[in-house]
T-cell receptor, first 110, second 116 residues
């Protein structure tokens, strides 16, 4: 039951766009439309920002978008703002009825 | 408004046991899938266990046979019984509820420290 693979960190300047990848297998990311993304600022509780690959919960900025191709899901944040600096995690349902998170990606807004 | 309050964490020696509780208001635990997710020190989020509305349960491989998830529908409370605890089980444990095939974190978590 290996964690989904995410880059350890990404960096960009305010106003730019970034994409964080999340790679799994046919048994999780590739097999289901149940990929979600979470934003986690230090000292706070993780916040759901994308569910079912590409849907945004109410109240989440339209600058956040999600997609999937094969076994890799992606989170794109456009028009970067300082407040976007955080840890980001992907998560997927698996064919065993379990769930698995990615290792997390630290977003640095320069 | 959904509110979640986790409790039961603490300092335990390796090999010991703990029972975590999660009191929920604003939703019926038996109507949702409920999970425990943990975050070790300087580590990422790790999914631990789930109980589906029908009662089916699943666990991450590292806790199988040692942890048991359950719920008390009359008290709208989720539990995680943990035994044979290991140093690597040290983490903040979050009780999360299922929403739209994802999870929503509402509680602040409860800290479990395994150390001699």
């Amino acid at each position: 039951q290996s964690a989904l693979t995410q880059p350890a960190s990404v960096s960009a300047s305010p106003g730019q766009s970034i994409t964080i990848s999340c790679t799994g297998t046919n048994s999780d990311v590739g097999g289901y439309h149940y990929v979600s993304w979470y934003q986690h600022h230090p000292g706070t509780v993780p916040k759901l920002v994308i569910y079912e690959v590409m849907n945004r919960p109410s109240g989440v900025s339209s600058r956040f978008s999600g997609s999937k191709s094969g076994n890799t899901a992606s989170l794109t944040i456009s028009g970067l703002q300082a407040e976007d600096e955080a840890q980001y995690y992907c998560c997927s349902y698996t064919d065993r009825g379990t769930w698995v998170f990615g290792g997390g990606t630290k977003l640095h807004v320069l | 408004e959904v509110e979640v309050v986790e409790s039961g964490g603490g300092l335990v020696q390796p090999g010991g046991s703990l029972r975590l509780s999660c009191e929920v208001s604003g939703l019926t635990v038996s109507s949702k899938y409920m999970s425990w997710v943990r975050q070790g020190p300087e580590k990422g989020l790790e999914w631990v266990s789930v109980i589906y509305s029908g009662g089916n349960t699943h666990y991450t491989d590292s806790v199988k046979g040692r942890f048991t998830i359950s719920r008390d529908d009359s008290k709208n409370t989720l539990f995680l019984q943990m035994k044979s605890l290991r140093v690597e089980d040290t983490a903040v444990y979050y009780c999360v509820h299922g929403i739209k095939n994802a999870f929503e974190f509402r509680g602040q978590g409860t800290l479990v420290t395994i150390s001699s």
